[in-house]
């Protein structure tokens, strides 16, 4: 089926806005996890879900940040008052799960731009 | 916590072979990925070891010594596409599948 896929690709948004970030994983994929990527660095985790539960969000760099998944497939990135260092491309990806392959899919990234 | 080291640049010929190498520490190992990431663009999956041994797929292969913390990606036959950052990632053992990334390697093929 279709691949991880992110909207939007690419956000501009002022310092102190706040943003929505959106993720949809690849159909049956319980695990989902979001990173954010700045310029010449890998991916840097910030959150873990396997199925509707965030199993690990050590990586959100604080209280600003936020996500949920709901039901289980799609979710989303909040951020709140946002900084001009949350500037990033922030990644989505998923796997099978515990149970399934460890390889994670990548979607192509939401570009996010605090001016 | 875990710690991944790879080399930030590197230039090879095409046709030619290049080797990028990848050391770890980590409290407890569960595996290691090596992603492509073309400027731009979302990683790509290339292999995945968890065992010692090396790897074959076409083109590129990858090793593992666990004992030693360290792998590394093997691209033959380097063609002009292959230009890209090559991403060391590890997972930790521990119940789920958290992958930490190394800051990735830019492989930069010249003709």
């Known amino acids: 089926g279709a691949g991880v896929s992110q909207t939007p690709s690419n956000k501009v948004t002022e310092k102190g806005k706040y943003v929505e970030l959106r993720c949809d994983p690849i159909s049956g994929h319980t695990a989902l996890y979001w990173y954010r990527q700045s310029l010449g660095q890998g991916p840097e985790f910030l959150i873990y879900f396997q199925g509707t539960g965030a199993a690990d969000d050590s990586g959100l760099p604080n209280d600003r940040f936020f996500a949920v998944r709901p039901e289980g497939s799609v979710s989303t990135l909040k951020i709140q008052r946002t900084e001009r260092g949350d500037s990033a491309v922030y990644l989505c990806a998923s796997s099978a799960g515990d149970r399934g392959s460890k390889t994670q899919y990548f979607g192509p990234g939401t570009r996010l731009l605090v001016l | 916590g875990q710690n991944i080291d790879q080399p930030t640049e590197m230039t090879a010929t095409e046709g030619a072979i290049v080797q990028i190498n990848c050391t770890y520490q980590t409290s407890g190992f569960n595996g290691l990925f090596w992603y492509q990431q073309h400027a731009g663009e979302a990683p790509t999956f290339l292999s995945y070891?968890?065992?010692?041994g090396l790897e074959e797929k076409g083109r590129f292969s990858s090793f593992l010594s666990r004992s030693k913390g360290y792998s590394y990606l093997l691209l033959k036959e380097l063609q002009m596409k292959d230009s890209a950052s090559y991403l060391c990632a590890v997972s930790a053992s521990g119940g789920y599948q958290k992958v930490t990334f190394g800051t990735g390697t830019k492989l930069q093929v010249i003709p």
């Open positions: 070891n968890v065992l010692d």
